[in-house]
């Protein structure tokens, strides 16, 4: 994360003072590589318009320029640029205004090194969630316009459709198949262009199918648009929801040349069984037929899966000579387990069955229909058509459909805890800054100080909730890293334990440890006190008042080891699979408050310091987690 910001972010500082700038500069240049300074409006102006600046730190008071100014400026330019404003005096309402303005934070001076450095972080946090969800919808954009390009440019005629028949989209195929320009197809209904046979209450019936996983295949006598009968075969899946799409092929002319193949292939039965030689003699009669089919091959085979007639341009990808294969079986042209494949299918079609199978061969998707050739059971059809180009389309979409279903659900999931758990501490702070807005000089200053705490203990959970999901966006990016720091043990868990126990004074935590007072250890503060605090609020929040918790720290040869042990309600066993999942509640959880992050995020936390978070429940009696963390001294 170190070389995102030093790299990646541009930070500008703003005061008509030189020595301010200068000294914010000294402050946090140490941290963030990437600082510009503008001692005027005019050179703060020309830097967002010339430079990309990701963040402005700006004083309020600047001469041609005030902080609502600025930020009104940054919504005119259109940028993508966080504005943190500082000011020696800063009242309720020119805060207020700013924050409504887009500010992102708005510091008091002397301005506090570490809360400087703390609202700069937020907001590269903020950056790395924006352009993560940015490389995501770009990486959307080139699939669909990849989708795009094999969609116009496919072969086969493709459609895409309502459920009510109302065509959505159509390409150049399709059009070029019915005689229609795309506009006239789209004031058309599919149900009437593909099966004029069927009532529109039948088609949506079979549509049904759809839903449940299954496909359709139809194989259709229509009219184009001129009156001439076209048979097509259609082949129909679900896109999305209330959507279907169809790939329709032209198989006008491969029925006409399928009825001459009965014709030859009746001749030819009536000739093998008289002298077997014959039928590879006179293999000339029709070789210009089969040569020429199109876009696959078909296959004559009798009972002992040889190879009595075949042809097609496919055999130009399998770099094959249909010469060569008469009198071949199949076991001799294709591999085994496609040979095997063939053959139950063709045992089936030679009981009069019409079979169907796909499968992969030389790095190509191929269909095939194996059918009883003729009345007489001597003889079945191969006929076999390359659909990789329909492959490819179908997994473009498939792909597209999972990660519009993850950018949805993970926009959803984030919308709804900052929109829910932001509402009551936002509500309390509007409540309390209106109240002593109206208030008088005869108000209490203990009232007044009562409002004050309740603003201030409103903006720290605020800030949790947003620490909180900016450290699972960087855990789910794989950018989350330790933050090593020598420290001492004894005294940090004393410290977690009084902050608890301040909060919750009706709870006693019964602490035993086996630490000595002057050893230090290199350890992860931030993220070790998240995860301690998370599991003691938790044992508190699910026990009962004046149950002890009770809280352990030992060091085992190199490791150490928290446990936290409480007396509550447990975590039934059905749910404790489940337990680290993001927004996660146990079922007899949630009547209690929570977002359903802490544990995902203490998983996430112990992981990253190479760590192991483990627990045992058992519902109605309490839960121990254990922490083992490998350290060094």
Same mark, same amino acid.
């Given at each position: 994360?170190?070389?995102?910001?030093?790299?990646?972010?541009?930070?500008?500082?703003?005061?008509?003072?030189?020595?301010?700038?200068?000294?914010?500069?000294?402050?946090?240049?140490?941290?963030?590589?990437?600082?510009?300074?503008?001692?005027?409006?005019?050179?703060?102006?020309?830097?967002?318009?010339?430079?990309?600046?990701?963040?402005?730190?700006?004083?309020?008071?600047?001469?041609?320029?005030?902080?609502?100014?600025?930020?009104?400026?940054?919504?005119?330019?259109?940028?993508?640029?966080?504005?943190?404003?500082?000011?020696?005096?800063?009242?309720?309402?020119?805060?207020?205004?700013?924050?409504?303005?887009?500010?992102?934070?708005?510091?008091?001076?002397?301005?506090?090194?570490?809360?400087?450095?703390?609202?700069?972080?937020?907001?590269?946090?903020?950056?790395?969630?924006?352009?993560?969800?940015?490389?995501?919808?770009?990486?959307?954009?080139?699939?669909?316009?990849?989708?795009?390009?094999?969609?116009?440019?496919?072969?086969?005629?493709?459609?895409?459709?309502?459920?009510?028949?109302?065509?959505?989209?159509?390409?150049?195929?399709?059009?070029?198949?019915?005689?229609?320009?795309?506009?006239?197809?789209?004031?058309?209904?599919?149900?009437?262009?593909?099966?004029?046979?069927?009532?529109? #209450?039948?088609?949506?019936?079979?549509?049904?199918?759809?839903?449940?996983?299954?496909?359709?295949?139809?194989?259709?006598?229509?009219?184009?648009?001129?009156?001439?009968?076209?048979?097509?075969?259609?082949?129909?899946?679900?896109?999305?929801?209330?959507?279907?799409?169809?790939?329709?092929?032209?198989?006008?002319?491969?029925?006409?040349?399928?009825?001459?193949?009965?014709? *030859?292939? #009746?001749?030819?039965?009536?000739?093998?069984?008289?002298?077997?030689?014959?039928?590879?003699?006179?293999?000339?009669?029709?070789?210009?037929?089969?040569?020429?089919?199109?876009?696959?091959?078909?296959?004559?085979?009798?009972?002992?899966?040889?190879?009595?007639?075949?042809?097609?341009?496919?055999?130009?990808?399998?770099?094959?000579?249909?010469?060569?294969?008469?009198?071949?079986?199949?076991?001799?042209?294709?591999?085994?387990?496609?040979?095997?494949?063939?053959?139950?299918?063709?045992?089936?079609?030679?009981?009069?069955?019409?079979?169907?199978?796909?499968?992969?061969?030389?790095?190509?998707?191929?269909?095939?229909? *194996?059918?009883?050739?003729?009345?007489?059971?001597?003889?079945?059809?191969?006929?076999?058509?390359?659909?990789?180009?329909?492959?490819? *389309?179908?997994?473009?979409?498939?792909?597209?459909?999972?990660?519009?279903?993850?950018? #949805?659900?993970?926009?959803?999931?984030?919308?709804?805890?900052?929109?829910?758990?932001?509402?009551?501490?936002?509500?309390?702070?509007?409540?309390?800054?209106?109240?002593?807005?109206?208030?008088?000089?005869?108000?209490?200053?203990?009232?007044?100080?009562?409002?004050?705490?309740?603003?201030?203990?409103?903006?720290?959970?605020?800030?949790?909730?947003?620490?909180?999901?900016?450290?699972?966006?960087?855990?789910?990016?794989?950018?989350?890293?330790?933050?090593?720091?020598?420290?001492?043990?004894?005294?940090?868990?004393?410290?977690?334990?009084?902050?608890?126990?301040?909060?919750?004074?009706?709870?006693?935590?019964?602490?035993?440890?086996?630490?000595?007072?002057?050893?230090?250890?290199?350890?992860?503060?931030?993220?070790?006190?998240?995860?301690?605090?998370?599991?003691?609020?938790?044992?508190?929040?699910?026990?009962?008042?004046?149950?002890?918790?009770?809280?352990?720290?030992?060091?085992?040869?190199?490791?150490?080891?928290?446990?936290?042990?409480?007396?509550?309600?447990?975590?039934?066993?059905?749910?404790?699979?489940?337990?680290?999942? #993001?927004?996660?509640?146990?079922?007899?959880?949630?009547?209690?408050?929570?977002?359903?992050?802490?544990?995902?995020?203490?998983?996430?936390?112990?992981?990253?310091?190479?760590?192991?978070?483990?627990?045992?429940?058992?519902?109605?009696?309490?839960?121990?987690?254990?922490?083992?963390?490998?350290?060094?001294?």
């Amino acid at each position: 994360m170190e070389n995102e910001k030093s790299q990646n972010i541009k930070i500008l500082l703003v005061d008509t003072e030189p020595t301010i700038t200068d000294f914010l500069s000294d402050q946090i240049k140490p941290f963030y590589k990437n600082v510009d300074i503008a001692n005027s409006a005019s050179q703060l102006i020309d830097c967002l318009n010339n430079k990309q600046i990701d963040i402005v730190l700006s004083d309020y008071n600047l001469p041609d320029l005030n902080g609502e100014q600025l930020l009104l400026l940054v919504h005119q330019l259109s940028i993508d640029t966080a504005v943190i404003i500082f000011s020696g005096y800063r009242d309720v309402q020119t805060v207020i205004k700013c924050m409504n303005l887009g500010a992102t934070n708005f510091l008091e001076k002397p301005i506090d090194t570490m809360a400087l450095k703390m609202s700069i972080e937020k907001v590269i946090q903020n950056l790395i969630i924006k352009r993560k969800l940015k490389k995501t919808s770009d990486s959307l954009k080139r699939q669909e316009e990849q989708y795009k390009l094999l969609f116009d440019k496919a072969p086969d005629g493709i459609f895409i459709a309502d459920v009510s028949g109302k065509y959505l989209n159509v390409n150049a195929s399709f059009c070029r198949l019915f005689g229609y320009e795309k506009e006239e197809l789209m004031q058309l209904n599919c149900f009437d262009t593909l099966f004029p046979q069927k009532e529109h #209450s039948e088609i949506m019936g079979e549509l049904d199918r759809l839903f449940i996983g299954q496909n359709l295949s139809y194989e259709q006598s229509v009219l184009n648009k001129k009156g001439d009968l076209v048979v097509v075969e259609i082949n129909v899946n679900l896109v999305y929801r209330n959507r279907f799409q169809g790939f329709v092929r032209d198989i006008t002319k491969k029925k006409k040349e399928n009825e001459k193949l009965q014709d *030859i292939t #009746s001749e030819l039965k009536e000739k093998f069984t008289q002298r077997e030689l014959e039928v590879f003699e006179n293999q000339e009669r029709y070789r210009g037929l089969l040569d020429n089919f199109p876009e696959g091959i078909v296959v004559l085979l009798d009972k002992n899966f040889r190879y009595i007639a075949t042809g097609g341009s496919a055999y130009n990808l399998l770099n094959m000579e249909p010469v060569y294969l008469i009198g071949k079986t199949i076991y001799e042209i294709w591999p085994l387990e496609i040979s095997k494949l063939i053959e139950s299918y063709c045992k089936a079609a030679f009981k009069g069955k019409k079979q169907q199978i796909e499968f992969e061969f030389k790095n190509r998707n191929w269909l095939t229909y *194996i059918v009883l050739s003729s009345r007489n059971d001597q003889f079945v059809n191969m006929i076999i058509i390359d659909i990789t180009d329909r492959k490819q *389309i179908e997994e473009i979409q498939k792909k597209n459909l999972i990660q519009e279903k993850e950018l #949805s659900q993970l926009k959803s999931q984030i919308i709804n805890v900052i929109s829910h758990e932001m509402r009551t501490p936002l509500t309390s702070i509007v409540m309390a800054i209106s109240i002593l807005k109206d208030a008088n000089d005869n108000f209490l200053l203990t009232k007044k100080n009562k409002y004050f705490k309740t603003i201030e203990d409103s903006v720290k959970d605020l800030e949790e909730i947003t620490e909180n999901v900016i450290i699972i966006n960087k855990a789910e990016a794989n950018a989350l890293k330790p933050q090593m720091e020598k420290m001492n043990l004894l005294e940090f868990c004393h410290y977690i334990i009084e902050q608890i126990q301040n909060i919750n004074p009706d709870y006693s935590i019964e602490f035993e440890n086996s630490l000595k007072g002057d050893e230090f250890y290199l350890l992860d503060f931030k993220l070790l006190k998240k995860v301690l605090q998370n599991l003691l609020s938790n044992a508190i929040k699910y026990s009962p008042i004046n149950k002890k918790i009770n809280f352990r720290v030992h060091q085992i040869e190199e490791w150490i080891e928290f446990q936290i042990q409480d007396w509550g309600i447990g975590i039934p066993k059905e749910d404790q699979n489940k337990l680290y999942e #993001s927004f996660f509640r146990a079922k007899n959880a949630k009547n209690f408050q929570g977002q359903g992050l802490g544990l995902h995020i203490a998983k996430h936390a112990i992981n990253t310091l190479n760590g192991n978070l483990s627990f045992v429940s058992e519902e109605n009696k309490g839960t121990t987690f254990t922490i083992k963390i490998k350290i060094e001294l």
